[in-house]
């Protein structure tokens, strides 16, 4: 019976195309997905392998990864369970003592993951835990065997350090893979993905900002980019596999070039010059960062999907300055008029922001500011987080916390307020009757919606769901609104087509 893995990612889309990356390296050495074994044994005896792709940007989210772990752990009691990710390098010693934990890989091993693991079970005798500092000895490339170490104690693999060490020291003072080293090798489809349409694309590591609530400088270092060539590489492989719609995506897209002083927007010319690519969408940036020029680009190549992913945090000014981010409530009101002013597709130019509710020091006064201003602003959906402690961050040690239950009810008030708006710009487009170009993606069972769905979005980010037997996925169609499907659980909104 094939060799089944187990691969779970918690957080960002950087994680997701991590993750990607260790897959399609398993799937090289014979490995295969736990939905695509079989056997008379049943699928889970055949699962020696559970990966967890940590998230550590709050306390919560570094809770969630160890509850994972030891879920894994009781479902897949044969399986070794392995921890990587920014958690597994921000905190490794902690990971080690994580209920069902085996092995904990840092992220600046992660693009060695597989090697790792093979050198380990190679040289199992030998292998150490120790309790701060932890290298192996130089790799050599093997196979990944059928049976995974599963150390009697948990062990910790490549060249991390203890929390204490990392926080001492700036992250540029620490040895980092290069972008080329990291993410360079042009991703293939994976097993089970034959179909897939859109595909993320990671083109730049690390961030500079340490804004006061932020580990993550710390788990991922800081900004390197990849060169254009091999992103231009890239993206013609996976358009020659299939893909019609590429998100570049990061840590910090904003950051993009600053090592040859490049900005993000030539590299998006390029990309549109000079690949066939049908559709290219760009993930998360500040308000500074959104410039006249990339919305000129915008503005003049349709190919680049009229949609904005705003990290906002704060609406108010003396919050975003304690968040120590680099802009004010001046900068984000002439941000999104000036998006606004934009020429739209039938239902505008998608924006989506996040924000935290109930930082440090937010008064009410302030949240009231904040939520009448956001009513006055233009945007189409809203990301909230009720602020979340990250042990070790600046924001931890700011005065006047607030309770816990009105950051959830701030939150509350939030996402109601996102899903008025929400569900005023998708009834606008229905009355319109016709919507842009839908991208067919992936079907939806019952348990997602009312009978079996094809499901899409627009070039402005619109969801649209048409009935399955209409048409196949991977699909460009113009599409014709006649209903709308409201989720209330999940504060979403989707167009019914035909």
Known sequence: MTQQYILKTLGCKANLY????IEQELQNQGWS?????????????????????SCTVTN?????????????????????????????????????????????????????????????TANSATAKALPNKIATAAISPLPIPSHILKPEQPQVLGTVENYTSIISRHPMDRAWPSALDSFATPPTQLKGSADKTRSFLKIQ??????????????????????????ILTQINELVSQGIREVIITG???????????????????MILDQTPLERLRISSLDPSEITPELITLMERNSRLCPHFHVSLQSPHSRILKLMK???????????????????????????????????????????????????????????VFPYSERTGTPATRLPNAVPQHLRVLRARRLTQLSMERLKQNYTAVLNQCRSEGLLLESILTEKQGPGLWVSGYTPNYLRVMI????????????????????DSKASDVALVAR
């Open 60 to 120: 919560e989210a570094d809770k969630q990864s160890r509850k994972m772990a030891a879920k894994l752990a009781r479902d897949y009691p044969g399986a070794t369970i392995v921890m990587t990710g920014c958690g597994a390098e921000v905190d490794p010693q902690s990971y080690l003592s994580a209920k069902g934990v085996d092995l904990v890989i840092g992220n600046q091993n992660k693009n060695r993951f597989v090697e790792l693991l093979a050198n380990a």
């Open 325 to 383: 981010r680099n802009y004010n409530a001046a900068d984000v009101r002439n941000c999104l008029e000036r998006i606004a002013r934009m020429p739209a597709p039938v239902g505008g130019i998608f924006v989506g922001m996040d924000v935290i509710t109930g930082f440090p020091g937010e008064t009410e006064d302030e949240f009231e500011w904040g939520l009448n201003t956001l009513k006055e602003l233009p945007w189409s959906r809203l990301h």
């Open 467 to 486: 009935p399955a037997q209409a048409t196949p996925r991977n699909q460009l169609i113009q599409a014709e609104p006649i209903d709308l499907m409201i």
């Open 18 to 21: 991590d993750s990607q990356l």
């Open 251 to 269: 840590t910090n897209i904003g950051d993009y070039g600053i090592e040859w002083n490049q900005t993000l927007t030539h590299l998006l010319e």
């Open 205 to 230: 590591e690390g961030c500079n900002s340490f804004c006061t609530y932020c580990i993550i400088p710390y788990g991922r270092g800081p900004s390197r980019s990849l060169r254009p060539r091999a």
């Open 33 to 53: 997905p736990e939905a695509q074994a079989g056997g008379s044994a049943g699928p889970k005896a055949g699962v020696k392998l559970c990966i967890i792709n």
